[in-house]
C-alpha cells in the first residue's frame, strides 16, 4: 500500500499533506515539519483602564510570589510576573492518565514531561535530553551494479536540528518530507525518501511511526499505566531489498537540577527482544525508566525475523559517537560505556530485511515508574493507582514495557472502536472530531496524579461510624425516616450522619466482596487530581472542574463521581488559619467549615490535607462554589446509570450545601453577588441578581427537586420546589425583552445590561441532566441566539476587521455590549474563554440550535490552529490571539458538547 497521497494534497492547517495513508484516520490532526510556524503570540496583558483596580492585588500578588520563591524555590501558585513563553511544538503526549507522562510533539521530539521527577507538575525539558528519540539507518541489502556505495547505510535522528544538536549527527531538515499527525491518544509520525537520495540506487521508502497511549474510557486498570508503544511500518518503494533498522535512545533524567542526577543502575533485560532500565531513585523511593524493542519473528511477516540490540549506558553528552556507531555498524548497537556522569542514556534498535514493494514492522515501547507521589508541603506519600497491578519495585518497568508490546493490538482495537463512535458519525463536522478527540490530551498531559490512597482526611473529632443508607435522614433512634420530618435530628448528629455516609467508601471491603471482580464504583477507583493550568498550579480548580469534568463523566465516569465524593468530604472540613487575602488585603480563615473548597490544594503544599491553596480572593464566600458542586453531584448520578445509593450518600452534603448558600448569600429568595468577583470570574465584578450567580441558583434547585423525587423525600421535593419558584420570581427581572437575553446584573453599573456569554450556565446543566427548564418557555434558546449573534459572530467580525483573521470565528467573547462593542469592563469581560465557548456551545446544542453550537465551538479551533495552540490549549485569548495561562483545564468541556451529541437534542442536522 503506497504511503503517498495523489498530489491533490490535503491541507489540514499546516499546509498541504502529502504523505498521509489509510492507516491514519482522516480526523487526525496534521501538518507538516516545514511549514511556517503561526506568528508568535504574547501573554495578554491589562488595558491601562483595567490596570488601575488591579494594581493593589499586584503589589500584593508580587510580595506573595517573593516570599514563595523564598520558602519554596518559586513554587506559588501562579506568578503573573513570569509568562510562559508561546510554544508551537506540542503533540499528542505519552502515557495513561493521572500516572505521569512524557510529552512528544508533533515533530517528534520528546518535551514536556510530568513523572516522578517533577511531581504533579510540568516541565519542558526539550532542550534538557535533546536525544530521547528515534534515530533511522537504512542499507540496500545487495549491491546493485549502478549504486555505487557496496550497501553503505545512511543514517537520520528522526527530529530537527535541536539547540544543542550533537556535532557529526545528521538531523532532519527539509530535504527529508516529513509530516506529524495527532489523534489523542494515538499519534503518527511520517518519513520519506530524503530527496537528495540518489535514484539510481533504486532506494525509496517511507517510514510511519505509530505512537500509542493506553488511554481506554471505561477501562480503570490499563489507562492508569505509565507507558506507551510505538509501532514502525516501513514500506519498501524502491528496487533493492533494504536493511531497516530504528534505535530509541532515552536519557535518564528528564529535568534540570539535582535530579536529574543518575545514581541507578542501568541493566539489560531479556524477553521477546531487548530491554533497558534505567533506575532512577529519588531519594527513598523508587524509580526508573524503561525502553524496549520486540524481537523474534515480526508479528504478520513469520518469514523474517527481526533482531534487537540494546545498549544498556553511554555518557549522554556523546550521543554523536553512539549514532555514528549505529550507523556503522548497520543498525547494530554497541557494548555499553560504564560512565560515572551524572548524565547517562541507555538505547534499544530493532532490524529487519524489508524486501523491494513490501513491508515490514517493528515494535518499541517506553515504561517509567515513579510509583509513590510527594508533595513539599507533607511528609505524607500516596501510592500511584497503577501499582494495583505492577509491583511499587524496579521490576514493574520492564515488565509495564512488555506488557504494551503485547497489549499493543488489543489497546489499539479499543482505542479505535471508541474514536470511531465519533470519526465515523456523519452528523458530526470533520474539524469537531480532531477537536473532541485532542483536546483531551490534558486528562494525560495536565499534572494528573490518580492515587490508591488519597483523598480528605475525615476530621478527627468525629468518630468513625458504619454509615447507611439514608443515614442523613436518621432520626434519634437511627431509623431512616420516611422523608416526611424535616428537621427531626439535631445539628450535630445530622452532621456525624453525614460524616459516617461520605466516609463509609473508605472502609475495607468485606470479607465476602475482597478481592472480588466487583464492577467500579466511586468508591473503588481510587483518588484523581490534576492542575487547573500549567500555569495556575492548583489541583481541582473545582470552579472551573465543573466545566471540564464533562470529559470524565462521558470517558471514566466513575472516576469523575470520586472527585465529586472527595469534594464532599472537603466540604466537611474546615482549615481555621487565618490568611491575607491578595485581592482586598482582608484576613479570614484558609476555609471556613462546610463550605466548598475552590481547589484540592497545590503541588507545592499539601494536597488533600490542605486545600483552598488559591488566596486571591475569600473563596468561602464565593456564590457559585456550593451551587456547582449539587450540579456536579446530580450530572454524576446520570452519568453512572443513576444509581439510588450514590444519592444516599451525598444527599446529606447537598443539603447543607443549598441551606448555607441560603442563609449566608440569599436575599428574597435569590443568592446574590455582593459587588466583587464573587465566583469563577475573578477579575469581574457583579452586584445583585446575576445572570451566571442566579441561573446556577435557580439550577442547584431544581435539581435538588430533582433528588427528594428520587429518594422519596416528598417534603424535601415540595421544599425546593417552592424556593425554585420564589428564585425564579426574582430572577425574571433580568430579562432584556428588547435585546432577547439575560442582563449581566440588576445593579446600577453601567455593564449591568452586558450580554454575558456563560448566562445560560445553570440552564445548561439542567438540561445536560435531562430536567425541565428553570426558564420560561422559549428564553433559553432566544438569549442563546442572541449570544451566537453578538458574542460570537460579531466578535469575530471585530477579529477579522481589526487584525486580519483569516475567519470570521473566534469564540464567544465573555462579554459584549449591546451597541456590538466588547464589554472592556475588566480584563476578563473582554477576553474569549475557550472552555466556557465549548460550554455555551453544548447548551445550543441541547436547545436544537445544531449549526449556531457547532460554529461557536470552532471558533475555538480554527482560533487553535490559527494561533498554535495544539496541546496547549489556553484558557483565554483576545481577538488578536495574545492569550492567558497555557494549557489549562476548562477546555475538556468540549465534552460536554459530545456529551449533548450522545444523548440527543431537540433537533439534529448535518452541520
Same mark, same amino acid.
Given at each position: 500500500?503506497?504511503?503517498?497521497?495523489?498530489?491533490?494534497?490535503?491541507?489540514?492547517?499546516?499546509?498541504?499533506?502529502?504523505?498521509?495513508?489509510?492507516?491514519?484516520?482522516?480526523?487526525?490532526?496534521?501538518?507538516?515539519?516545514?511549514?511556517?510556524?503561526?506568528?508568535?503570540?504574547?501573554?495578554?496583558?491589562?488595558?491601562?483602564?483595567?490596570?488601575?483596580?488591579?494594581?493593589?492585588?499586584?503589589?500584593?500578588?508580587?510580595?506573595?510570589?517573593?516570599?514563595?520563591?523564598?520558602?519554596?524555590?518559586?513554587?506559588?501558585?501562579?506568578?503573573?510576573?513570569?509568562?510562559?513563553?508561546?510554544?508551537?511544538?506540542?503533540?499528542?503526549?505519552?502515557?495513561?492518565?493521572?500516572?505521569?507522562?512524557?510529552?512528544?510533539?508533533?515533530?517528534?521530539?520528546?518535551?514536556?514531561?510530568?513523572?516522578?521527577?517533577?511531581?504533579?507538575?510540568?516541565?519542558?525539558?526539550?532542550?534538557?535530553?535533546?536525544?530521547?528519540?528515534?534515530?533511522?539507518?537504512?542499507?540496500?541489502?545487495?549491491?546493485?551494479?549502478?549504486?555505487?556505495?557496496?550497501?553503505?547505510?545512511?543514517?537520520?535522528?528522526?527530529?530537527?536540528?535541536?539547540?544543542?544538536?550533537?556535532?557529526?549527527?545528521?538531523?532532519?531538515?527539509?530535504?527529508?518530507?516529513?509530516?506529524?499527525?495527532?489523534?489523542?491518544?494515538?499519534?503518527?509520525?511520517?518519513?520519506?525518501?530524503?530527496?537528495?537520495?540518489?535514484?539510481?540506487?533504486?532506494?525509496?521508502?517511507?517510514?510511519?511511526?505509530?505512537?500509542?497511549?493506553?488511554?481506554?474510557?471505561?477501562?480503570?486498570?490499563?489507562?492508569?499505566?505509565?507507558?506507551?508503544?510505538?509501532?514502525?511500518?516501513?514500506?519498501?518503494?524502491?528496487?533493492?531489498?533494504?536493511?531497516?533498522?530504528?534505535?530509541?535512545?532515552?536519557?535518564?533524567?528528564?529535568?534540570?537540577?539535582?535530579?536529574?542526577?543518575?545514581?541507578?543502575?542501568?541493566?539489560?533485560?531479556?524477553?521477546?527482544?531487548?530491554?533497558?532500565?534505567?533506575?532512577?531513585?529519588?531519594?527513598?523511593?523508587?524509580?526508573?525508566?524503561?525502553?524496549?524493542?520486540?524481537?523474534?519473528?515480526?508479528?504478520?511477516?513469520?518469514?523474517?525475523?527481526?533482531?534487537?540490540?540494546?545498549?544498556?549506558?553511554?555518557?549522554?553528552?556523546?550521543?554523536?559517537?553512539?549514532?555514528?556507531?549505529?550507523?556503522?555498524?548497520?543498525?547494530?548497537?554497541?557494548?555499553?560505556?560504564?560512565?560515572?556522569?551524572?548524565?547517562?542514556?541507555?538505547?534499544?534498535?530493532?532490524?529487519?530485511?524489508?524486501?523491494?514493494?513490501?513491508?515490514?514492522?517493528?515494535?518499541?515501547?517506553?515504561?517509567?515508574?515513579?510509583?509513590?507521589?510527594?508533595?513539599?508541603?507533607?511528609?505524607?506519600?500516596?501510592?500511584?493507582?497503577?501499582?494495583?497491578?505492577?509491583?511499587?519495585?524496579?521490576?514493574?518497568?520492564?515488565?509495564?514495557?512488555?506488557?504494551?508490546?503485547?497489549?499493543?493490538?488489543?489497546?489499539?482495537?479499543?482505542?479505535?472502536?471508541?474514536?470511531?463512535?465519533?470519526?465515523?458519525?456523519?452528523?458530526?463536522?470533520?474539524?469537531?472530531?480532531?477537536?473532541?478527540?485532542?483536546?483531551?490530551?490534558?486528562?494525560?498531559?495536565?499534572?494528573?496524579?490518580?492515587?490508591?490512597?488519597?483523598?480528605?482526611?475525615?476530621?478527627?473529632?468525629?468518630?468513625?461510624?458504619?454509615?447507611?443508607?439514608?443515614?442523613?435522614?436518621?432520626?434519634?433512634?437511627?431509623?431512616?425516616?420516611?422523608?416526611?420530618?424535616?428537621?427531626?435530628?439535631?445539628?450535630?448528629?445530622?452532621?456525624?450522619?453525614?460524616?459516617?455516609?461520605?466516609?463509609?467508601?473508605?472502609?475495607?471491603?468485606?470479607?465476602?466482596?475482597?478481592?472480588?471482580?466487583?464492577?467500579?464504583?466511586?468508591?473503588?477507583?481510587?483518588?484523581?487530581?490534576?492542575?487547573?493550568?500549567?500555569?495556575?498550579?492548583?489541583?481541582?480548580?473545582?470552579?472551573?472542574?465543573?466545566?471540564?469534568?464533562?470529559?470524565?463523566?462521558?470517558?471514566?465516569?466513575?472516576?469523575?463521581?470520586?472527585?465529586?465524593?472527595?469534594?464532599?468530604?472537603?466540604?466537611?472540613?474546615?482549615?481555621?488559619?487565618?490568611?491575607?487575602?491578595?485581592?482586598?488585603?482582608?484576613?479570614?480563615?484558609?476555609?471556613?467549615?462546610?463550605?466548598?473548597?475552590?481547589?484540592?490544594?497545590?503541588?507545592?503544599?499539601?494536597?488533600?490535607?490542605?486545600?483552598?491553596?488559591?488566596?486571591?480572593?475569600?473563596?468561602?464566600?464565593?456564590?457559585?462554589?456550593?451551587?456547582?458542586?449539587?450540579?456536579?453531584?446530580?450530572?454524576?448520578?446520570?452519568?453512572?446509570?443513576?444509581?439510588?445509593?450514590?444519592?444516599?450518600?451525598?444527599?446529606?452534603?447537598?443539603?447543607?450545601?443549598?441551606?448555607?448558600?441560603?442563609?449566608?448569600?440569599?436575599?428574597?429568595?435569590?443568592? =446574590? *453577588?455582593?459587588?466583587? @468577583? %464573587?465566583?469563577?470570574? +475573578? &477579575?469581574? !465584578?457583579?452586584?445583585?441578581?446575576?445572570?451566571? /450567580? $442566579?441561573?446556577?441558583?435557580?439550577?442547584?434547585?431544581?435539581?435538588?427537586?430533582?433528588?427528594?423525587?428520587?429518594?422519596?423525600?416528598?417534603?424535601?421535593?415540595?421544599?425546593?420546589?417552592?424556593?425554585?419558584?420564589?428564585?425564579?420570581?426574582?430572577?425574571?427581572?433580568?430579562?432584556?425583552?428588547?435585546?432577547?437575553?439575560?442582563?449581566?446584573?440588576?445593579?446600577?453599573?453601567?455593564?449591568?445590561?452586558?450580554?454575558?456569554?456563560?448566562?445560560?450556565?445553570?440552564?445548561?446543566?439542567?438540561?445536560?441532566?435531562?430536567?425541565?427548564?428553570?426558564?420560561?418557555?422559549?428564553?433559553?434558546?432566544?438569549?442563546?441566539?442572541?449570544?451566537?449573534?453578538?458574542?460570537?459572530?460579531?466578535?469575530?467580525?471585530?477579529?477579522?476587521?481589526?487584525?486580519?483573521?483569516?475567519?470570521?470565528?473566534?469564540?464567544? =467573547? *465573555?462579554?459584549?455590549? @449591546? %451597541?456590538?462593542?466588547? +464589554? &472592556?469592563? !475588566?480584563?476578563?469581560?473582554?477576553?474569549?474563554? /475557550? $472552555?466556557?465557548?465549548?460550554?455555551?456551545?453544548?447548551?445550543?446544542?441541547?436547545?436544537?440550535?445544531?449549526?449556531?453550537?457547532?460554529?461557536?465551538?470552532?471558533?475555538?479551533?480554527?482560533?487553535?490552529?490559527?494561533?498554535?495552540?495544539?496541546?496547549?490549549?489556553?484558557?483565554?485569548?483576545?481577538?488578536?490571539?495574545?492569550?492567558?495561562?497555557?494549557?489549562?483545564?476548562?477546555?475538556?468541556?468540549?465534552?460536554?458538547?459530545?456529551?449533548?451529541?450522545?444523548?440527543?437534542?431537540?433537533?439534529?442536522?448535518?452541520?
Amino acid at each position: 500500500m503506497s504511503c503517498v497521497c495523489s498530489k491533490a494534497a490535503e491541507d489540514r492547517g499546516g499546509g498541504p499533506l502529502l504523505l498521509r495513508h489509510d492507516e491514519i484516520p482522516r480526523a487526525a490532526w496534521g501538518r507538516s515539519f516545514w511549514a511556517p510556524p503561526p506568528p508568535k503570540k504574547k501573554p495578554l496583558k491589562p488595558t491601562a483602564a483595567q490596570t488601575l483596580p488591579l494594581l493593589p492585588l499586584g503589589y500584593r500578588m508580587w510580595r506573595h510570589v517573593r516570599k514563595e520563591q523564598k520558602a519554596r524555590g518559586g513554587a506559588s501558585f501562579m506568578d503573573p510576573f513570569n509568562d510562559w513563553p508561546h510554544d508551537v511544538s506540542h503533540g499528542v503526549p505519552l502515557g495513561g492518565i493521572g500516572c505521569g507522562a512524557l510529552g512528544r510533539g508533533w515533530r517528534g521530539d520528546f518535551r514536556r514531561y510530568s513523572t516522578g521527577q517533577v511531581p504533579s507538575g510540568v516541565a519542558s525539558v526539550t532542550d534538557d535530553t535533546p536525544h530521547t528519540c528515534f534515530a533511522i539507518c537504512t542499507a540496500p541489502a545487495l549491491p546493485g551494479p549502478a549504486s555505487g556505495t557496496d550497501g553503505q547505510a545512511a543514517g537520520r535522528v528522526l527530529i530537527p536540528a535541536p539547540k544543542q544538536a550533537a556535532k557529526g549527527v545528521r538531523y532532519l531538515d527539509a530535504d527529508t518530507p516529513a509530516e506529524g499527525y495527532a489523534l489523542y491518544p494515538r499519534a503518527w509520525h511520517v518519513y520519506d525518501t530524503p530527496t537528495a537520495a540518489a535514484d539510481t540506487r533504486g532506494v525509496a521508502y517511507t517510514a510511519t511511526c505509530e505512537q500509542l497511549s493506553p488511554v481506554i474510557p471505561h477501562n480503570y486498570t490499563d489507562s492508569s499505566l505509565p507507558c506507551g508503544c510505538f509501532e514502525w511500518t516501513i514500506r519498501n518503494r524502491g528496487t533493492v531489498d533494504l536493511d531497516v533498522a530504528v534505535m530509541l535512545t532515552q536519557h535518564n533524567g528528564v529535568s534540570k537540577g539535582a535530579q536529574t542526577r543518575s545514581t541507578g543502575r542501568h541493566t539489560v533485560h531479556g524477553g521477546r527482544g531487548s530491554c533497558v532500565v534505567m533506575e532512577h531513585p529519588l531519594g527513598d523511593d523508587p524509580g526508573a525508566y524503561c525502553v524496549a524493542a520486540e524481537g523474534a519473528e515480526a508479528k504478520g511477516f513469520a518469514a523474517d525475523a527481526v533482531r534487537t540490540s540494546a545498549c544498556a549506558e553511554w555518557p549522554a553528552d556523546q550521543y554523536a559517537q553512539l549514532y555514528r556507531r549505529f550507523v556503522a555498524r548497520k543498525g547494530d548497537l554497541p557494548d555499553a560505556v560504564p560512565c560515572s556522569a551524572q548524565r547517562r542514556m541507555g538505547g534499544v534498535a530493532a532490524k529487519v530485511r524489508v524486501p523491494a514493494g513490501e513491508t515490514r514492522r517493528l515494535r518499541f515501547s517506553m515504561s517509567w515508574t515513579f510509583p509513590v507521589a510527594r508533595f513539599s508541603g507533607t511528609a505524607r506519600t500516596y501510592t500511584l493507582k497503577y501499582t494495583e497491578h505492577f509491583p511499587v519495585h524496579g521490576a514493574a518497568a520492564p515488565a509495564l514495557a512488555q506488557h504494551a508490546l503485547e497489549n499493543m493490538d488489543a489497546w489499539r482495537g479499543a482505542v479505535t472502536a471508541w474514536q470511531r463512535r465519533i470519526t465515523d458519525d456523519a452528523r458530526l463536522p470533520e474539524w469537531y472530531k480532531t477537536c473532541v478527540l485532542n483536546e483531551s490530551y490534558y486528562l494525560t498531559a495536565g499534572g494528573s496524579v490518580w492515587t490508591v490512597d488519597g483523598g480528605f482526611p475525615r476530621p478527627r473529632a468525629s468518630t468513625a461510624g458504619g454509615g447507611h443508607a439514608g443515614a442523613a435522614d436518621a432520626g434519634p433512634a437511627g431509623k431512616t425516616p420516611s422523608g416526611d420530618a424535616m428537621s427531626d435530628v439535631s445539628d450535630e448528629d445530622f452532621i456525624r450522619a453525614m460524616e459516617d455516609e461520605v466516609w463509609a467508601a473508605d472502609a475495607p471491603p468485606d470479607d465476602a466482596t475482597a478481592g472480588s471482580a466487583a464492577p467500579p464504583t466511586p468508591a473503588s477507583v481510587g483518588h484523581f487530581i490534576y492542575l487547573e493550568g500549567h500555569e495556575y498550579r492548583m489541583f481541582n480548580s473545582y470552579d472551573v472542574h465543573f466545566y471540564a469534568s464533562f470529559a470524565l463523566a462521558c470517558l471514566f465516569p466513575e472516576l469523575q463521581a470520586s472527585v465529586t465524593l472527595d469534594l464532599a468530604k472537603a466540604f466537611l472540613l474546615g482549615l481555621p488559619e487565618r490568611r491575607q487575602y491578595l485581592g482586598g488585603g482582608d484576613y479570614a480563615p484558609r476555609k471556613d467549615l462546610h463550605t466548598i473548597p475552590h481547589d484540592a490544594g497545590g503541588p507545592s503544599e499539601a494536597p488533600w490535607e490542605q486545600s483552598n491553596i488559591y488566596c486571591i480572593h475569600n473563596v468561602s464566600l464565593w456564590k457559585d462554589l456550593p451551587l456547582k458542586f449539587v450540579l456536579m453531584v446530580y450530572r454524576d448520578y446520570v452519568a453512572c446509570g443513576s444509581r439510588r445509593a450514590d444519592l444516599e450518600r451525598l444527599w446529606g452534603a447537598v443539603r447543607k450545601a443549598l441551606d448555607g448558600a441560603e442563609k449566608k448569600f440569599a436575599r428574597r429568595g435569590m443568592v =446574590v *453577588n455582593d459587588a466583587w @468577583p %464573587d465566583q469563577t470570574y +475573578d &477579575a469581574w !465584578s457583579a452586584e445583585g441578581v446575576s445572570a451566571y /450567580t $442566579g441561573g446556577l441558583w435557580l439550577a442547584a434547585l431544581r435539581v435538588a427537586e430533582a433528588m427528594a423525587q428520587a429518594l422519596g423525600r416528598p417534603q424535601w421535593e415540595t421544599k425546593y420546589a417552592r424556593m425554585l419558584h420564589a428564585a425564579q420570581q426574582e430572577y425574571e427581572q433580568l430579562w432584556n425583552a428588547k435585546g432577547g437575553y439575560y442582563n449581566y446584573s440588576n445593579a446600577a453599573a453601567a455593564h449591568a445590561d452586558s450580554i454575558m456569554a456563560d448566562q445560560g450556565c445553570g440552564e445548561w446543566y439542567v438540561r445536560a441532566c435531562g430536567l425541565p427548564s428553570v426558564l420560561p418557555a422559549g428564553r433559553a434558546r432566544t438569549a442563546l441566539q442572541t449570544v451566537h449573534r453578538c458574542n460570537v459572530l460579531k466578535f469575530g467580525a471585530l477579529a477579522q476587521k481589526q487584525h486580519a483573521a483569516a475567519a470570521p470565528l473566534r469564540g464567544a =467573547v *465573555n462579554g459584549m455590549r @449591546p %451597541d456590538g462593542s466588547i +464589554d &472592556a469592563t !475588566s480584563m476578563q469581560s473582554s477576553e474569549c474563554w /475557550t $472552555g466556557t465557548t465549548f460550554a455555551v456551545a453544548a447548551h445550543m446544542h441541547h436547545e436544537g440550535l445544531t449549526a449556531e453550537a457547532f460554529e461557536t465551538a470552532q471558533g475555538v479551533a480554527v482560533g487553535s490552529n490559527a494561533f498554535g495552540f495544539w496541546f496547549n490549549t489556553p484558557e483565554a485569548w483576545l481577538a488578536n490571539g495574545n492569550f492567558r495561562s497555557l494549557a489549562y483545564m476548562r477546555p475538556l468541556s468540549v465534552w460536554a458538547l459530545q456529551w449533548s451529541i450522545d444523548r440527543g437534542s431537540r433537533a439534529t442536522s448535518n452541520a
